[in-house]
């Protein structure tokens, strides 16, 4: 079993920053791709950026150049520096992990962390 926990979130001012952080527990002996999506009122959820184990990232057109995703494999915790925030980035964030390979060397699919609120406001 894996559990995520984020943190981080809050609301700030437009042109604001927020740091968001994720820390995975559990039965883990390796993380494969870390994540993070979001999800604004009446809206779908999103994909915001990603990070293989190995330190690739990628990222959503409209955060590119503004997010910064990272990871700390020793921690098995995954950030999200975000920078020059609008209000349209107003969302639930959500901290993923596509698969991870457990203690006992089984590969354990799709986790999902609780969700932090981010509000900015104009």
């Known amino acids: 079993q894996v559990q995520l926990v984020e943190s981080g979130g809050g609301l700030v001012q437009a042109g604001g920053s927020l740091r968001l952080s994720c820390a995975a527990s559990g039965s883990i002996f390796s993380i494969n791709t870390m994540g993070w999506y979001r999800q604004a009122p009446g809206k779908q959820r999103e994909f915001v950026a990603t990070v293989t184990s190995g330190g690739s990232s990628n990222y959503a057109d409209s955060v590119k150049g503004r997010f910064t995703i990272s990871r700390d494999n020793a921690k098995n915790t995954v950030y999200l520096h975000m920078n020059s925030l609008k209000p349209e980035d107003t969302a639930v964030y959500y901290c993923?992990?596509?698969?991870?390979?457990?203690?006992?060397?089984?590969?354990?699919?799709?986790?999902w962390g609780q969700g932090t609120q981010v509000t900015v406001s104009s």
């Open positions: 993923n992990v596509d698969w991870v390979l457990s203690i006992t060397l089984r590969k354990v699919y799709d986790f």
